[in-house]
């Protein structure tokens, strides 16, 4: 594909923020995207962070260059110490002091190199899986930036100005984000991979509702593109708000900001009112939803908080979608030795034992494995766990691999 003539002021904004916040975050010296264009590499864009030695607009022609590398490979490279490499121990960059390298190819929707997005650092680093990932999600943003701007001609100052607006929102949330990370107090490469994974599922939605917001503006566009294009926008608005709601809930829990308001509410009402929005939700789903509540319950009324009752069934029961493809899903609840016992039971994938103790924590590698094979930020979990001990409750499950989920949950009879 032929070279971009013009990169729109917006997405230049974006990957210098891109470049910024990996240094930070990172905390290494160097941060670059680079173009390749005529048998040479270009610093496209570098990170304005301490002790970095690259400057935009310097060029090198290919004579073993680490980003040379990976643009022939089409591959990710890593180099833990040049010095020590016989491989690298010429590499030119050794001259800048740089003798540890990460780094990831970046491509036109074509397949064609655009160039590469990197990581390094003057002292020995084997960069770990969080280095990996969080680099592999920016190459990620980059790609669709350039698949929008080759595709879609943006030209509109409206336009511009509106996605402008949208960075400048995304930057904030970041802001937040990083501030939500120092707070934590489990370890620091949980805290990233987590603020990372919230950062990909924030960009993806936000992404396509931009680009398909533009789409719109397109002159003689017809009725049937433009439902479908509003449908693509609405959906990605809900996954968005979710989980910026479930980020913010997480945020009162911690700083214990959280507002309980105990009131009467039926038990019935509240359970029919679930069986009738997941049975529209997933009308076309070949799952059964079963809701079981006693006879003696059905006009019983419950002292506490509905809102986050409604929420942790809510919860619960995402998730037995979420890991369940067929047979059903059971959700009610009993009176027990004067407790409330509610339960939401799935004939899913099930949950192995070794996973059970942490299932309901924050920041875990099982929650992070599960966010990587299911996609979300898994903390849905984690806010029943605390909202059900607010109200005075307690919160376990049941299972086995391949035979499904069985979550309780009791509140206190007032």
Same mark, same amino acid.
């Given at each position: 594909m032929k070279a971009l003539e013009e990169m729109p002021k917006w997405m230049l904004d974006k990957w210098q923020g891109i470049a910024d916040l990996l240094a930070e975050i990172l905390s290494i010296p160097a941060a670059l995207i680079m173009k390749a264009e005529n048998q040479q590499m270009e610093v496209f864009i570098t990170s304005c962070s301490k002790n970095n030695p690259y400057k935009a607009g310097d060029k090198e022609d290919w004579h073993?260059?680490?980003?040379?590398?990976?643009?022939?490979?089409?591959?990710?490279?890593?180099?833990?110490?040049?010095?020590?490499?016989?491989?690298?121990?010429?590499?030119?960059?050794?001259?800048?002091?740089?003798?540890?390298?990460?780094?990831?190819?970046?491509?036109?929707?074509?397949?064609?190199?655009?160039?590469?997005?990197?990581?390094?650092?003057?002292?020995?680093?084997?960069? #770990? +899986?969080?280095?990996?990932? /969080?680099? !592999?999600?920016?190459? @990620?943003?980059?790609?669709?930036?350039?698949?929008?701007?080759?595709?879609?001609?943006?030209? #509109? +100052?409206?336009?511009?100005? /509106?996605? !402008?607006?949208?960075? @400048?929102?995304?930057?904030?949330?970041?802001?937040?984000?990083?501030?939500?990370?120092?707070?934590?107090?489990?370890?620091n490469r949980l805290k990233s991979a987590f603020l990372q994974n919230i950062s990909h599922e924030i960009r993806t939605p936000l992404n396509a509702v931009v680009g398909f917001s533009e789409l719109l503006s397109m002159p003689d566009l017809t009725k049937e593109k433009r439902d479908y294009f509003s449908s693509v926008i609405l959906k990605n608005s809900d996954q968005l708000l979710s989980i910026v709601s479930d980020i913010l809930t997480v945020s009162e829990i911690e700083t214990e900001q959280h507002q309980i308001k105990i009131e009467y509410t039926c038990l019935d009402t509240i359970l029919q009112d679930l069986e009738d929005i997941y049975k529209q939700r997933y009308q076309d789903n070949a799952i059964n939803l079963i809701k079981h509540i006693p006879e003696n319950l059905r006009e019983h009324k419950i002292y506490t908080d509905k809102t986050k009752l409604n929420q942790i069934i809510t919860n619960l029961l995402n998730n037995a979608y979420k890991f369940t493809e067929k047979g059903s899903i059971e959700f009610g609840v009993n009176l027990k030795n004067d407790v409330y016992e509610f339960y939401v039971k799935d004939s899913g994938i099930g949950?192995?034992?070794?996973?059970?103790?942490?299932?309901f924590n924050r920041f875990t590698k099982n929650n992070e494995t599960i966010s990587e094979l299911y996609g979300g930020i898994g903390l849905g979990l984690s806010i029943s766990k605390a909202f059900v001990e607010l109200l005075g409750g307690k919160i376990w499950l049941k299972s086995k691999v391949g035979k499904g989920s069985n979550f309780y949950f009791t509140l206190p009879n007032r």
């Open positions: 073993g260059l680490y980003c040379e590398t990976v643009i022939k490979s089409n591959e990710k490279l890593l180099v833990a110490n040049a010095l020590k490499d016989k491989d690298w121990d010429q590499n030119p960059d050794i001259e800048l002091r740089m003798i540890a390298y990460l780094g990831y190819p970046i491509l036109y929707p074509d397949k064609s190199p655009f160039g590469t997005i990197c990581i390094l650092d003057n002292k020995e680093n084997y960069f #770990s +899986s969080v280095h990996e990932k /969080t680099l !592999k999600q920016f190459k @990620d943003v980059i790609e669709l930036d350039l698949a929008m701007v080759t595709s879609f001609e943006i030209k #509109s +100052s409206q336009m511009i100005q /509106t996605i !402008k607006e949208q960075q @400048d929102q995304l930057r904030k949330q970041n802001i937040a984000l990083q501030k939500a990370k120092e707070k934590a107090e489990e370890g949950i192995s034992e070794d996973m059970q103790d942490e299932i």
